[in-house]
Each structure stands twice: as structure tokens, then as C-alpha cells.
């Protein structure tokens, strides 16, 4: 197979980073992707440096056994702990969602003042704050945990007076932080977008890291003249560390097609 | 020192198993605990089998570095996976919480329609169903799972609109179901009790497996002659496999008293 035509490796602790492989499937229709989620050992928000590293090595250890030529790490505490070391290793390009987004928000905010909301772990680590501050040390960033959306997104809440009185009460502090952007910054909270959207008004920008970073993506493969040929054969796999059923359920709630063939694997073994 | 005053090790995948550890702490007032949370892979809920026996022994094996009399396995999911395995490996006695709640139930039920609530894991591997037919085949046991009640109980929301009316959503079809026995198949749930109880109504008696298994500890200690004696020394300790401090706000949140001391230990090294 040539070069170009190799798949994208995509992995995340669960299943959220399907927002991700959604948006590059949408926005790249000729890529293949290959999909990791590592839900034996989700959530990594709550987890140290050390054990992300480890963990991301091995997945991408996985990843290169499909000849991924290219890998995003669809996952926020991955993205800010593992990018810069796994860069140094890898001789293919990898890409996070931390940067793209946090990039995005930077060159959106008139006022400068870019609100983050994620999980506790997203939020305690200040990753984004420090990544938008070393772009422009001047724009105050406010971070707020919605510790609940995860699961609510999980029971397919999605639209749900409950979902809204519990984003109402987690906005509550962003609204009056006078922000004009708003980052997204857990894979799953894109589902809750029109909900967030709606509290925050139209005066605040919500950036979508999903979105931004398969763009991001797609500008890397032509920079390296990798991008998969018009008309060729495109196939998705999809790959997991625990019993894949209810990965299943939530993933065909959320993906363009159907997907029936989800493979569970021993990643500890890679 | 003697081996009956040797601590009794209790684990959970995270903070529900602490109102085990309260009872126990309440109802033997002699014992001392050392309780272990696994913070970092929390939740286990939506494991497999395979996993959880994995971490169960790595646990096991820590908890012995301490020179536990007996092991209390305070989470439903590891109880039902775990147990049997675990139970062979060990010379020291070594208890679940599905047992002695479903025990209760059995007793108690007179129309032998019994209903048991829990994570989704524990609802569909119908651990409670199995276990409660293999003493009464007659017994109708229906299963609910309530997914959101562990992020509301840990997010704080235990007396809370929003929370009741989650309540009242999951509940609805066990109203209709004439259960007269209702498990609390979650070691996050008898934190909820009233909630439950108030939409229940005073017809369904509530059984707690919390409460079940400090009393089954109980007997088992003077079986086996190795209840702690009267007026010896009474240490707790806590250790978990992520950082401390949200444990530590939830910990102190419904302990009988203030919890200064926590370790984090690396659990994967056991």
C-alpha cells in the first residue's frame, strides 16, 4: 500500500475522541481511520504524567502494527501530557486537540478573555491556560469543571430540561467572567454544544476542538503530501481494551454510519 | 502484634465503598480499617470480569502488606467478578457486599418480588438475580440501572431538585414493577436513601448492603475468634491509587470524623 493511502491513527481513553474521528471523517472523507479507545482504563483525566506516557506508548505502539501514517491524540489529559515527549519518538506526524483549539481560541477573542469548561482533571492541570498564555501571556483564561456532562452525554441526555438545569448552574460563573470565547474542552462536550450555546449566548464563541483539529490535521498531510487518493478504498476500524458493546451503542449513536466491527484488544500487551 | 487486632482491609473502586467502611467502623467499634480506593481506574462498573479480578489481586496483594485479618471487597461489581477467584487464593477470610444484601432481601421479601437498583455493569450482569435465585428459584428479581446516581452522590447533589427528579425517571418502572424488597445495589446509593425511600414509598422495604455486610463482618470476626479485643488501639488509614484531596472532601463528607491522613500508592507496582 502506498504511503498515502495508510490510515490515521486515532486514540482516546474512552469513547469521546469519536467527536474527533466524526469531524476528520466528515471534514477528510478519503482518510481512513483507525480508532482507539482505551476503555479499560478510562478516564485518564484523573491519572499522572508518568502513567499517560506509558499508556499513550502503548497504544501507539498498537496503532503503528495497522501502518498508521499519521496519529491524533483525541483526548485532552493525553493531548497535554504526551504530545511534546511521543513527538521526539515518532518519525510520523502526531497532533493533539489541545493546541488547535487552544490556537482557535486565541485568534477568536477580541477582549481576552477565553473561558475553558472540562473535566476536573482538564481543569485542575490549567493545560489549556498555559498553552494559550504562551501564545499571548496577556489573555486571561477561566476554567470551569462539569464534572456531570460526561455521564449525561453517556446516557444520550443530550437534549434534556435535566441537562440544561445542570449546564445553567456550571455557567453560571462563566457568564459573569465577561469571556467572548468558549473552549469545549473534553471530546464529549461538542453533543452539548446547542445546550451550552444557548446559556452562553451569541456573544461568546464556542470553539470546538474536534473541529480544529481534524482542519489541522488535514493542513499537516498536504504540508507532507501524505493526503489518501480521490477514489481509493477508505475503511474504518475500530479497536478497544475492554468489552466493546457499549462502546457499540454510543458510538452508532453518534457516528454517520454504522459500526459493526469493533475489536477488543490486550493493550497492556503492546 | 496479635493477629485479632490486625486491621480488616476494605476496597472499592473509588469513594463508595467508604459507607461500608462507616459501617464497619460503627457497628465494631474495636476494628481498625485500612481502606483502599482505586481513584485511578475508577469507575469498574463498565470493566470486564477479566480486569477486575486483575486489580482485585493487585489490591489484595497491597492491602496484605499491611497484615490484614480479613478482606471486605466494598464494591458491587468487584464482589460479583472477584469473589469466587479471590476467595480460593486467599487463607484469610474475605467477604463481598452482594451476598449479605441479597441475603437480607430474601428474608424480607413476603410477595418475593424483589427489586434491585445499580451501576449499569451491575445491573446487567444480574449478579443480584443470580445470586438471590440460587437461594429461592420463585424469588422475580428486577434490575434497574441508574447510572447518574454516582456522578450526582460524588458531585455533593445528595439533597438536590435535579437529583429527584433523576430519581423519579429511574425509579418509575420498578413503581410499577409490585416489588415489596428494594437493594441498594451500589455502594454510592444508601447516600440517596431518603430520596429513594420518599418515591418509593413506606411499602418497599429498603435493603442496604453497607449495613448487611458490617453486621455479616461482624459474625464471621467471632467465628473465627479473631475479633479485636476491648480497649485496644483503633488506627484507620487510607490509601488511594490517585491524588488524594477530591477523595479527601468526599471521605470527610460522610465519615464520622475527620480523615487527616491519606496516601496515594501506586497500585500497578502490586
Not at 493511502?5 to 471534514?27: H, W
Not at 490556537?103 to 493545560?127: C, D, H, P, Q, W
Not at 489518501?228 to 468489552?243: I, M, N, P, R
Amino acid at each position: 500500500m502506498k504511503e498515502c493511502n495508510a490510515p490515521i491513527g486515532v486514540f482516546d481513553s474512552g469513547v469521546g475522541g469519536l467527536t474527533v474521528a466524526r469531524e476528520i471523517i466528515r471534514q477528510l472523507p478519503n482518510e481512513s481511520v483507525v480508532y482507539f479507545g482505551d476503555t479499560a482504563r478510562v478516564p485518564y483525566g484523573s491519572k499522572s504524567r508518568d502513567t499517560i506516557i506509558r499508556y499513550s506508548r502503548q497504544i501507539i505502539h498498537f496503532l503503528r502494527t495497522k501502518n498508521v501514517k499519521a496519529i491524533v491524540i483525541a483526548c485532552n489529559t493525553a493531548s497535554a501530557f504526551a504530545l511534546d515527549t511521543i513527538e521526539k519518538e515518532l518519525e510520523i506526524p502526531v497532533i493533539g486537540v489541545v493546541k488547535p483549539g487552544a490556537k482557535t481560541a486565541v485568534e477568536t477573542t477580541k477582549n481576552k478573555r477565553i473561558g475553558v469548561i472540562g473535566t476536573e482533571g482538564t481543569i485542575r492541570s490549567a493545560l489549556y491556560t498555559e498553552y494559550i498564555q504562551s501564545i499571548d501571556p496577556t489573555i486571561e483564561v477561566v476554567g470551569k469543571a462539569c464534572p456531570l456532562f460526561c455521564p449525561l452525554v453517556e446516557e444520550g441526555m443530550l437534549h434534556d430540561p435535566v441537562t440544561d438545569e445542570i449546564a445553567a448552574r456550571y455557567l453560571k460563573d462563566l457568564q459573569d467572567e465577561n469571556i467572548d470565547s468558549l473552549i469545549l474542552g473534553c471530546t464529549h462536550y461538542p453533543l452539548l454544544r446547542g445546550t451550552v450555546a444557548k446559556i452562553m449566548g451569541s456573544g461568546v464563541h464556542l470553539v470546538n476542538p474536534a473541529y480544529e483539529t481534524a482542519l489541522e490535521l488535514g493542513r499537516l498531510l498536504q504540508q507532507k503530501q501524505i493526503c489518501a487518493e480521490d477514489g481509493g478504498k477508505v475503511e474504518h476500524a475500530f479497536y478497544v481494551s475492554d468489552a466493546e458493546e457499549k462502546f457499540k451503542d454510543f458510538a452508532n449513536s453518534i457516528m454517520p454510519f454504522q459500526i459493526e466491527l469493533i475489536e477488543q484488544i490486550q493493550i497492556e500487551s503492546y
